[in-house]
């Protein structure tokens, strides 16, 4: 079995900064190829903010991970979609569950020769270095993960965890986003591109520890 290729991320060009409610963000648009797997990831600092599925490229969205507790800790939500047809597009996604500002953002991970979406697992707000165990259904897959720290505990030092002998890191590109407003919060996501055999997996982070976590991981097949 081959592991996903790979292919990009996309995110809003102002991203994870505060917003009114109910607006929305949307990435610039790039290609897709039919059965290209998408994974459309969001963190909002606090509140229900994804209660609409995104849009974009005429497809279906569905959510597989979300929660969150107001006043507590952020909101995590995830979704997977198969592209169609062969197109050119963009992926928009508003906030909408509460009032006034809301500091939010979300990412767009694109994988192509997939056999689809494995499980995917949720961690709903504690407070630790993260640390989110998986079972991965097939061999060779990725893993893709997002998680919010309601905390914004400084992750300057972030060590993600390795699996597979693969250790994401801004230098070798597996890590995809390191964001923190020290008075709202902080986001991390990551992927790693082939994590072996089938099994139980620990996605997430060894440090910063004394993050308050809300975090999502889902397996994409090779």
């Known amino acids: 079995m081959a592991a996903p290729t790979f292919v990009a991320v996309y995110e809003p060009s102002s991203n994870w900064g505060s917003t009114a409610d109910g607006a929305t963000r949307t990435t610039s648009t ?123 505990v400084d992750g300057a030092s972030r060590t993600w965890r390795t699996i597979n002998s693969i250790t994401p890191t801004s230098g070798n590109g597996l890590e995809k986003e390191y964001f923190r407003d020290s008075s709202h919060y902080a986001v991390y996501s990551a992927y790693w591109d082939n994590v072996g055999a089938t099994g139980a997996k620990t996605t997430g982070l060894s440090a910063p520890s004394g993050q308050r976590v809300t975090a999502i991981v889902v397996e994409v097949k090779g």
């Open 30 to 152: 790039f290609d897709v190829l039919t059965n290209d797997r998408l994974i459309i990831l969001g963190i909002s600092e606090n509140g229900t903010d994804f209660a609409t599925p995104p849009t974009g490229g005429s497809l279906t969205y569905t959510l597989i991970e979300s929660g969150g507790d107001i006043g507590a800790e952020c909101e995590a939500a995830g979704w997977t979609t198969t592209v169609d047809s062969n197109k050119n597009m963009s992926i928009s996604v508003i906030n909408d569950g509460g009032t006034g500002a809301r500091y939010w953002g979300f990412i767009v991970y694109h994988f192509r020769a997939s056999d689809g979406f494995g499980p995917s697992e949720f961690d709903p707000g504690s407070t630790e270095a993260p640390s989110l165990a998986i079972t991965t259904t097939q061999a060779d897959s990725a893993l893709v993960y997002i998680n919010g720290d309601w905390n914004a």
